[in-house]
């Protein structure tokens, strides 16, 4: 069986260590013979590097290791790409989140103003990745999980439109974790589901089980009284205010029993809630540097200081196991249905062809084939239109250098109450972003 070798982009991120854990746990399915990470942070990238280093001595001594900041070292003879990267670090994403809550305005790292700054810092970054890979490994294919994950595939579809990258999203598959557990299942695997909307912003309409069985009244009883909420949930989504999304999808689901509602929307639907739940002084950004930097990167230092990784408490991050997936069925053909961001294409009868939608797709050795949704209800049509606009503005504004469609982007968001409150917002998000976005005019 062929060995594959994969670059890992953004080699310094906290999740490192949990997608290499989780590459060593389906080598029979997905084998390896060569791994390399790569960062333009040197610094940050050592200390994981080197942990991961002895990581891959210990368990899988076979598999050749390098972590480099040179692009040509770290993209030549690989088969794939895995990209997360986060242009800025977590300093700018606390920025992304307390600039908006200053005017009572949603402050998130994928959602409302926040979510476009940090995708107007993400677009340059993910597009020399791409660029990179196609100069050193051109047949490679590039697995990206970059957020904010919608902003970046537009950007992908209007800058890089023959390019062999696949964008995706592991919210789905952390909420179909917790499905799968409130329904008594083994595993995520076990539902056969139909989901449909825009990155962070979709809803399932069918969920049954392998033998047909429709499991949606027994899901939908469940989140109309609890949400999301299960005993043991998944291992990413821990910290309190994951909890309360979670719960909170009970209300969201109420907007529409219909279907059942990826968490994010509660940023579009409450955006009131949330900002008057939100601590303007400490938002998630300090509680990922308080809570999971510390822990990962303090992890890796008792590795390299030990020189073993006996006893670590870093675990296979549940995300990467879709990451895995994504790339057995490309090398295998093996024509799974994956939940992808492509370019909608008829997929939804009636939205946007040019729109980049979140939706099934059976993955194959040429890439995704989006299964047809057919005509979504008004109510969701509308919110997508809306949201989708915000992200088409956006990438044109960091295509054009545009002041004015970033300012008509802002403005757009369901989370921004007028384009007044917009304007002051942008006026800050310029100064602060000044070292990362295109000079706007």
């Known amino acids: 069986m062929k060995k594959f070798a994969i670059s890992i982009s953004g080699g310094g991120s906290t999740f490192t260590p949990g997608i290499i854990l989780m590459l060593l746990d389906n080598l029979e399915k997905f084998p390896i013979r060569e791994i390399k990470m790569y960062d333009n942070d040197e610094k940050r990238q050592s200390k994981i590097g080197e942990a991961c280093a002895i990581l891959l001595k210990e368990r899988a001594p076979e598999i050749k290791f390098s972590y480099s900041t040179n692009p040509a070292e770290a993209f030549s003879d690989i088969d794939f790409v895995m990209a997360h990267i986060r242009v800025g670090k977590y300093p700018m994403r606390e920025l992304d989140e307390k600039i908006p809550l200053k005017y009572g305005v949603v402050g998130q790292e994928t959602c409302g103003p926040g979510g476009i700054a940090y995708g107007m810092r ?79 912003f979709g809803w399932w309409k069918s969920i049954k089980d392998k033998a047909g069985n429709d499991l949606m009244p027994i899901l939908k009883d469940h989140i109309s009284k609890y949400g999301y909420v299960a005993n043991k949930g998944d291992n990413q989504h821990t910290d309190a205010s994951w909890s309360d999304t979670f719960a909170k999808a009970k209300d969201v689901f109420a907007v529409d029993p219909t279907t059942l509602p990826n968490t994010y929307l509660k940023y579009y639907l409450f955006p009131d809630y949330v900002v008057k739940h939100s601590n303007k002084e400490y938002t998630r950004a300090n509680e990922v540097m308080d809570g999971r930097e510390k822990f990962v990167f303090g992890e ?17 991050d549940e995300h990467a196991s879709y990451i895995v997936d994504l790339a057995r069925a490309i090398a295998f053909n093996t024509k799974e249905k994956m939940l992808l961001i492509v370019e909608n294409n008829g997929a939804i009868v009636n939205f946007d062809p040019t729109g980049m939608v979140e939706i099934p797709c059976l993955v194959g050795n040429n890439g995704p084939e989006p299964l047809v949704i057919g005509a979504i209800p008004q109510f969701q049509k509308g919110l997508m239109e809306q949201q989708v606009s915000v992200e088409k503005l956006t990438v044109e504004a960091w295509i054009e250098g545009s002041y004015q469609k970033l300012w008509q982007a802002i403005t757009m968001s369901k989370t921004v109450p007028s384009a007044s409150v917009a304007k002051a917002i942008l006026d800050d998000l310029i100064v602060a972003n000044k070292n990362y976005w295109p000079i706007l005019k």
């Open 122 to 200: 993400s677009i340059g970054g993910v597009i020399e990745l791409i660029d990179y890979m196609e100069k050193y490994s051109p047949n490679a294919w590039m697995l990206n999980y970059s957020n904010p994950a919608a902003i970046v595939a537009e950007a992908t579809r209007r800058l890089k439109p023959n390019s062999k990258v696949l964008n995706i999203c592991d919210m789905p598959i952390g909420t179909e974790v917790r499905m799968a557990e409130i329904l008594g299942l083994d595993s995520r695997k076990d539902l056969d589901v139909i989901y449909y909307g825009l990155n962070h």
């Open 300 to 316: 890796c230092q008792k590795i390299t200081e030990n020189k073993t990784s006996k006893d670590t408490a870093l675990h296979i």
